[in-house]
């Protein structure tokens, strides 16, 4: 046998043996940093779950680090671009909460294609997320490429059912109210057809087609959606929430309409003290509850 042939044969050799003496100790790393990983989610979640968000982004950050260890977990990176952005959001940083969605959705679009359904979630993550910025116009077209792409898969009527609602959202904000109540309807018919249409579900759902109730000068019907909303939030997600908030500034800014002023303040008095205790000071929503007093202190 020629020499060279008795080397390469002596080096394939030594690499299998190599290979098979590493591969429990690459195969044990890989598993250290999973755990690690998950571990970071879950304390992320619980951190959140407790209101104690600098924790959350600490752990959702380190969380990251770890992905960035195991490039070919794109998936777990995709997920954690998505918590951070939903933990930024809540604290009214859209900015740094835009950037994190974008690259959720740059990592989907390149190993999921532009259309597969999980992408198009991202793009409707996105766009709501623009639409909470102010920038409605923007998101106008990604809502409905996203809304697009799930109405074709019957597998996935939750995620398109959730496309929708956000959709219409958008389009009452651009003053396309009856497009709006039309598909905030479609999107509570294939809430109830997918069987997903929880008592907080349908409170949303009712929630977004009273303010269309209101901006057509529907507001008897408003009303009584509005209290409908604010008595399920009440139950399910507490008297002190943020969306218990919410729905005690959409009933009353129902009843200034109506002209019932001392009820209106009583109400958005109410509502004011549950964000003031629960939100940063420099939070858009803190701003957005003065807002709805002011017309109420001349």
């Known amino acids: 046998m020629h020499p060279t042939s008795v080397f390469l044969i002596l080096f394939l050799i030594l690499i299998a043996v190599l290979l098979g003496f590493c591969h429990p100790i690459i195969r044990g790393l890989w598993f250290r940093f999973r755990i690690r990983r998950i571990k970071m989610l879950a304390a992320s979640r619980t951190a959140r779950h407790q209101k104690r968000r600098t924790e959350a982004n600490q752990f959702l950050r380190q969380a990251l680090d770890v992905c960035n260890q195991l490039p070919r977990h794109w998936k777990v990176k995709a997920v954690t671009y998505s918590a951070l952005a939903s933990l930024h959001t809540v604290e009214g940083n859209y900015r740094e909460a835009e950037k994190l969605c974008r690259d959720e959705l740059s990592l989907r679009e390149k190993f999921h294609g532009s259309r597969a359904p999980e992408t198009a979630v991202a793009t409707s993550n996105l766009a709501t997320l623009l639409d909470d910025a102010g920038k409605s116009a923007e998101a106008e077209p990604l809502h409905r490429q996203a809304v697009e792409i ?13 496309s929708m609602n956000n959709y219409a959202r958008c389009l009452h904000k651009l003053g396309r109210v009856d497009e709006s109540a039309s598909l905030y309807q479609q999107s509570t018919a294939l809430a109830k057809q997918a069987g997903t249409d929880g008592p907080r579900r349908s409170a949303n759902s009712l929630n977004n087609l009273a303010a269309t ?28 929430s943020l969306l218990v908030s919410t729905s ?37 929503d803190r701003l957005s509850a003065l807002n709805n007093q002011a017309p109420l202190s001349f």
């Open 150 to 162: 799930l109405q074709q898969l019957p597998c996935f009527a939750n995620e398109a059912s959730n």
């Open 213 to 240: 109730m209101s901006d057509t000068a529907r507001y008897a019907e408003a009303e009584a959606m509005r209290r409908e909303v604010l008595a399920t939030r009440q139950k399910e997600a507490g008297a002190n």
């Open 248 to 284: 005690l500034t959409n009933l009353g800014s129902v009843k200034m309409r109506q002209g019932e002023y001392v009820e209106a303040e009583e109400l958005l008095a109410k509502a004011w003290e549950i964000r003031d205790q629960d939100l940063p000071a420099d939070h858009p």
